[in-house]
């Protein structure tokens, strides 16, 4: 074969040693247990996988059979209808309640109901006028909503969603009550309606709640008690919200309850840390779908900005403001809804408004909820399998899903199921890791050594030259003026 025949297949060979050399190694590896066998088998990630991955989006992720070999694998896509979560809103007919006769005496009732047939039919007394054109009376004590007729299969709402005209700033403590005919009333909880206006000069927008959470499958009628009308708002109306939840298929996300801990210090030029600010860790960058606060016990409300980054050396980005709160009254405990997100982080942050106090960081924990991955892995190889994680620079080592299960949908049914163990480190990579940061340092401390001795040369060299010209001088005979 002539020379330049085999530059080529030198060349090829040349970069495939290169790219193998390139791989990595993978510092942590976890046990895989397979529960259920399969052509295919199925491994839900835990955060601890997240946490250990130091590649952008698990690319450093591994599996691995007992004789060290590669194992094919894919990222599991959830169905299409797995994390959509869709609001349904609906108007509601709001009437004011009548005033009472005194602080002790009975509710009254705005409206009639009145039965026809099969339907009924709401009409209210003195009139026939609802929340939207009817002027509500300061002294009325709350607010009585007719969400509806429900028509069969309809789903019944899960919050009821205030409006107002005002004022800009107020906290409104409330009971809620249900009934089917206005006769018989069932306690539904109590909660609290609140908005901040924005601090003086503050770049965020105010925090507002305005969302009522309802008892499931609650009946028409509910009724909303101000605990002081002083300081209730002016309702304009409300919407009845019913939220179309996941497929039955569908996997709920993954619960982490997390303490605060300590932030690290970041970049020397990021501003301090804001005081109150309670910092979380959730141990790797999650995706997370909704955030809950648990309060400690006893009447807290906690109107907070949340904020979030994915590395402890970059900025903090906001990804808004809600209002956490849990009442204990009379025995009975409610709580906000969590905030809804569609976010990946490693650290949040929560900032409490400045008016309304610090948190207690003893009795506050963050509450997430998270979709985490799903790794399809091949039946191949030698078992018990292995999934290695743990290199910043590892290439993408998933399949496309359509290559590694080309009929995903038929196969989804047969699919196996497995359980990731505990993570330990691999000591020959952590000591190979050790030398090369020996080396590394050892290379550094050479090449400081050889500049100093470059610049330590160029100094005698220029010292010898400096004497040099000084002797010649000194030598020259001085010639007088001729004669």
Known sequence: MK????????????????????????????????????????????????????????????????????????????????????????????????????????????????????????????????????????????????????????????????????????????????????REWRSAGSGQVMALASPSGARVGPLVQRDVPLPAGVPRFVRLVWRDMATAPHLTGAQAISVQQAAKAQAPPETLSIKPSHEPAGKTSAPLTPPNALHFDLGGSLPISAVDLQLPANTRVAPVRLQARQRSDEPWHDLGSWVFYRLDREGATSQSPPMALQTTARYLRVLPDERTGALDPAGTQIVVKAFLAKLVFASQGQPPYRLLAGATDASNGALPIVTLVPQLDEERPRLGRAQLGDWVEVAAVVQQAAAAERQATLRLWLLWAVLVAGVAGLGAMVWKLARGGKGAAAAKPDVGPAA
């Open 3 to 182: 020379p330049l025949e085999t530059a080529p297949a030198l060349l090829a060979l040349l970069v495939a040693g290169a790219a193998f050399a390139a791989e990595p190694a993978l510092r942590w590896n976890a046990p895989i247990t397979v529960q259920q066998n399969a052509a295919f088998v199925t491994l839900p990630l835990p955060a601890s996988a997240y946490g250990h991955s130091l590649a952008p989006g698990l690319a450093d992720l591994r599996v691995v059979d007992a004789a060290g070999q590669r194992v094919p694998h894919a990222w599991l896509p959830q169905p299409a209808a797995e994390l959509q979560r869709q609001e349904a809103p609906r108007e509601t007919t709001a009437y004011p309640l009548p005033r009472r006769a005194s602080p002790a005496a009975a509710l009254g009732s705005p409206v009639e109901v009145l039965v026809q047939g099969d339907s009924i039919r709401v009409r209210r007394l003195g009139g026939d006028r609802a929340a939207g054109s009817a002027k509500a009376d300061t002294q009325s004590p709350g607010w009585l909503f007719d969400l509806g007729e429900r028509k069969p299969g309809q789903p019944a709402p899960q919050l009821l969603r205030l409006a107002w005209s005002g004022p800009a700033a107020f906290g409104a403590a409330f009971d809620i009550d249900t009934s089917d005919t206005l």
